[in-house]
Structures are given as C-alpha cells and as structure tokens.
Nanobody, 126 residues
Framework: QVQLVESGGGLVQAGGSLRLSCAAS????????MGWFRQAPGKEREFVAA????????NYADSVKGRFTISRDNAKNTVFLQMNSLKPEDTAVYYC???????????????????WGQGAQVTVSS
C-alpha cells in the first residue's frame, strides 16, 4: 500500500504564490509517476501536472503552463507543485496521486492513478 500526505494549501490573493508538497510512504515502487489534479465545485477533476520518478519528464495542463512548476525529491519520495501568478480560477481542491503506468495518455488521466492524497484546499481571492 502507498499513502500520500499533502500539505501547503491555503488562502492567497490573486498574483500570489503557494507551494504544495506530497510525501509518499509505504510500498514505494522503483518506477512510477506522481501527478497533481484539481477539482473545483461543479467541475470534474482535471489534470494539472505530472513528473516521472525515473526520467524526470514533466507534463503540464495548458491552463497552468508558465505559472506552475512540478518537481520531485526522489530520496524522500516527495513531489512539489510551485504555483505562481495564481488566479481566482485556480481555486480548487488539489490532489496528488501516483500511477505505475507511463506515457502521456496515462499520466494526464485521473482514472490511470492508483493512489490519491487527501486533498488540499487552494483558494485564490480576487
């Protein structure tokens, strides 16, 4: 089993920054992808960003490119999401997740992920 614990959510004004962290524990496999998804009220869960443990390859949703940066610390099995230039439309519950699959199709699809964090509320005021 894999457990994911998130931290770093909060309230910020438009244009501000937040950094989310997600630490994985339990049975950690040698190869996996860690990703971030978000869900706003009345909307489906959407892909934000992902990073491969082995290659470091990243993938971003068009809506966050140039503003968000995903990174990882493999020694600590931790993934980070640096969010800059935040907008009110970024307001959502953010979830980290782990998938054992690879390939762009899989890492951008929520159904491909096997383990999920508890969620962190991010609220951006105008």
């Amino acid at each position: 089993q894999v457990q994911l614990v998130e931290s770093g959510g909060g309230l910020v004004q438009a244009g501000g920054s937040l950094r989310l962290s997600c630490a994985a524990s339990g049975r950690i496999f040698s190869s996996y992808t860690m990703g971030w998804f978000r869900q706003a009220p009345g909307k489906e869960r959407e892909f934000v960003a992902a990073i491969s443990k082995i290659s470091g390859s990243t993938n971003y949703a068009d809506s966050v490119k140039g503003r968000f940066t995903i990174s990882r610390d493999n020694a600590k099995n931790t993934v980070f999401l640096q969010m800059n230039s935040l907008k009110p439309e970024d307001t959502a519950v953010y979830y980290c997740a782990v998938t054992l699959r690879g390939g762009s199709y899989y890492v951008t699809t929520a159904a491909s992920y096997d383990y999920w964090g508890q969620g962190a509320q991010v609220t951006v005021s105008s």
